[in-house]
């Protein structure tokens, strides 16, 4: 997820794609504080269970049912609010943030079904901005994890198959 975001930012960068930095650092600053919380409460309710795969199922049932609002959402016409506030996009960030660590997703669907109800953003800035709080995320996400685990005993060798197809699904992504 981590290559993709910065693969497709990369281009959307290259390419002058407007982008609105403020937005877009707001909305990152939440999704990394809401990534931590995510990612410990997540570790926390796996480690107090004897029953790891009910909370994996919690988790896939809480996404299913993001994934169908989103697609309603998506189909069906909704007030939506252009909101300015600092405050308010931080919060956003935070959510979005807590719920694609919980989930263990990259968050982008979800991401761009609210930036476009919260901000009134198009579907394409909704989802250039998403690419944009995703990179931070993830890179987040990634930092913690290179500072907490024993990245040495994983086979990283999948990660060369991995790369070169998520390079190639940020070009894609972002040319689409």
Do not use: E, W
């Not at 407007?18 to 909305?27: F, N, S």
Request: aromatic share 8%; net charge positive.
């Amino acid at each position: 997820v981590f290559v993709m975001s910065v693969t497709s930012t990369a281009k959307h960068l290259r390419s002058k794609t407007p982008i609105d930095k403020k937005t877009v650092l707001l909305l990152a600053l939440g999704s990394v504080a809401g990534g931590f919380a995510g990612n410990r409460i997540f570790d926390l309710l796996l480690k107090s269970t004897k029953f790891p795969d009910t909370v994996r199922g919690i988790q896939s049932a809480v996404l299913g049912v993001l994934l169908i609002t989103v697609i309603v959402f998506v189909n069906v016409r909704i007030k939506r609010f252009k909101l300015k506030n600092p405050v308010a996009m931080v919060i956003a960030g935070c959510l979005l943030g807590f719920l694609a660590a919980f989930l263990g997703i990259g968050g982008g669907p979800i991401n761009v079904a609210v930036f476009t109800l919260l901000f009134s953003l198009t579907m394409k800035d909704a989802a250039v901005c998403s690419v944009a709080v995703i990179f931070f995320s993830q890179l987040t996400n990634l930092s913690a994890f290179f500072l907490t685990s024993p990245v040495l005993s994983y086979d990283l060798k999948m990660l060369l198959v991995i790369i070169p197809c998520a390079v190639l699904g940020g070009l894609v992504g972002a040319r689409l």
